[in-house]
């Protein structure tokens, strides 16, 4: 699209740290204005909030919402309301309710809404789902372990209700293993440790299984120091399959088939044009449900306060 006009939502480290280097890299995004009570870009119109900014640039063609989650639903439905197309960044919501009528609301104004679950477009996440589909699975083990003082400094919300806690990070794996994975799996345990001055958790431990009775496990974990880990490892009937750092890295029976530089935000924007352009939207809340899930059946063991 030669006239694909981006209007931001939300000026946070999420959006310095990707957004904008990927809509650089896309010759037909024009990045329009943002909207933020709180922060500017240099050289970009700013506004304090989005009505504002659609009241003076009509000529937006959609809107990307990157505000903290308890904030989306109500500027998701302004901008459609107003015939704007919109990218929710992950999670789309706070509830799934609130993304189920944002589907409906979209469907009614005849625009396209997309929940933008980034880490399906690590590099080694397509590849991975195509060799799993042919494949029986045994067992799954999932490894998300992230220090919250270097991703979210400062960012209080995470702990509050709809900030998720450590299921910000956790979702992520979640929204690759929902992708990849040949059948859907459903909770049978959770394990959430909640800081005693927090309303979130700080950490995780969850057991799926799918109808073959295939193991799943996944351990989330905020208080990581040191190096980083996003690991999904996968047992199956042909082998194993390991996608690592995130889905940058793939490897299959010990052959490496995808290790590359992470790049998932300009494959995000790129799908998202594509649907604008086709008339579609494409919103799967299977990750969201998981979460849902895990709070809702989980056991919570309080745990010591968290300070950043």
């Not at 704007?84 to 625009?111: D, M, R």
């Not at 045994?138 to 991703?151: A, F, N, P, S």
């Amino acid at each position: 699209m030669s006239d694909f006009k981006l209007g931001l939502v939300g000026v946070g480290k999420i959006v310095r740290d990707q957004h904008l280097p990927a809509i650089a890299t896309i010759p037909h995004c024009q990045l329009v204005a943002t909207a933020d009570p709180h922060a500017t870009f240099p050289d970009v119109p700013a506004y304090q909030d989005l009505s504002a900014m659609l009241d003076a640039h009509p000529e937006i063609t959609a809107v990307a919402i990157c505000t903290p989650t308890h904030l989306r639903y109500s500027q998701a439905r302004l901008a459609l309301l107003r015939g704007k197309h919109v990218l929710l960044e992950k999670p789309p919501g706070a509830t799934l309710s609130e993304v189920e009528s944002l589907i409906s609301l979209a469907a009614e104004q005849g625009v396209s809404l997309f929940a933008a679950w980034h880490s399906r477009f690590a590099p080694g996440v397509a590849q991975a789902k195509q060799w799993l589909a042919a494949c029986q699975v045994q067992r799954v083990e999932i490894e998300w372990k992230e220090d919250v003082r270097v991703w979210h400094p400062g960012q209080a919300w995470i702990w509050q209700p709809g900030g998720m806690g450590v299921f910000d990070p956790g979702i992520n794996a979640l929204s690759i293993v929902t992708s990849i994975l040949p059948q859907a799996f459903f909770l049978r345990q959770a394990q959430l440790w909640v800081p005693t001055n927090c309303q979130t958790p700080i950490a995780a431990e969850l057991s799926f299984t799918d109808p073959n009775g295939a193991e799943i496990e996944a351990v989330f974990d905020f208080r990581q120091t040191g190096p980083q880990t996003w690991d999904i490892h996968v047992d199956t009937d042909k082998g194993r399959l390991s996608l690592t750092l995130g889905g940058r890295r793939l490897m299959i029976n010990d052959e490496l088939k995808v290790d590359e530089e992470e790049r998932e935000y300009a494959g995000l924007y790129n799908h998202f044009i594509e649907l604008v352009a086709s008339g579609r939207s494409d919103v799967d809340v299977a990750p969201l449900r998981q979460v849902a899930d895990a709070f809702l059946y989980g056991h919570r063991e309080a745990t010591d306060a968290f300070v950043e």
